[in-house]
């Protein structure tokens, strides 16, 4: 349970965290399902967000020992300490995640997210995907980059 590990995480950060969680399961109720794992002798623990809808995309937060990271799907990643404004930006992401305002554009070696929250602003997050071969483009060759939009919740 947040708040009962053996960790410096502050209490009110993972008791935040527990209420988001609590939220999610009853708002997304027959839409997603919500799952938290508890890892490394209750050090750490992991909530994941699983929508019905295949053409959504999951999100999910670990709370570590002295961050969160927060996932979309599985090019998205944010590190965040034990701040209002952490909190605030995971609330905003998770409920742009629901709403569907995510895009995931791969390319050889890349994957770019890009959420926008209900203000009207981006957070975007970069990650190197695993290579195999060169990703050198041959002359004449197809630009293999592509873009998916995914779908609301419900």
Same mark, same amino acid.
């Given at each position: ?20 969680? $609590? #939220? ?13 794992? /508890? ?19 999951? /999100?999910s937060w670990i709370e570590m020992l002295d961050e969160v990271i927060l996932e979309v799907g599985s090019a998205g990643r944010w590190e ?16 742009? *995640? *629901?709403?569907? #305002? *995510? ?5 050889? $070696? ?9 203000? $009207? ?5 970069? @990650?190197?995907?695993? @290579?195999? $071969?060169?990703?050198? @483009?041959?002359?004449g060759a197809q630009k293999s980059e592509s873009t998916i939009r995914y779908q609301p919740y419900h």
């Amino acid at each position: 349970m947040p708040g009962h590990r053996d960790t410096p995480l502050a209490e009110w950060f993972t008791s935040e965290l527990a209420i988001l969680e $609590g #939220r999610l399961r009853e708002d997304l109720q027959g839409h997603a399902t919500v799952q938290r794992q /508890v890892l490394e002798g209750g050090r750490i623990s992991a909530v994941d967000v699983a929508p019905n809808n295949q053409d959504s995309l999951h /999100v999910s937060w670990i709370e570590m020992l002295d961050e969160v990271i927060l996932e979309v799907g599985s090019a998205g990643r944010w590190e965040l300490a034990e701040t209002q404004d952490a909190l605030t930006l995971i609330e905003k992401i998770i409920a742009a *995640v *629901v709403a569907g #305002r *995510v895009t995931e554009t791969t390319s050889p $070696g890349r994957s770019f997210v890009e959420v926008m929250l209900d203000d $009207g602003a981006t957070e975007s997050s970069t @990650r190197a995907t695993a @290579r195999s $071969g060169s990703t050198m @483009r041959l002359p004449g060759a197809q630009k293999s980059e592509s873009t998916i939009r995914y779908q609301p919740y419900h």
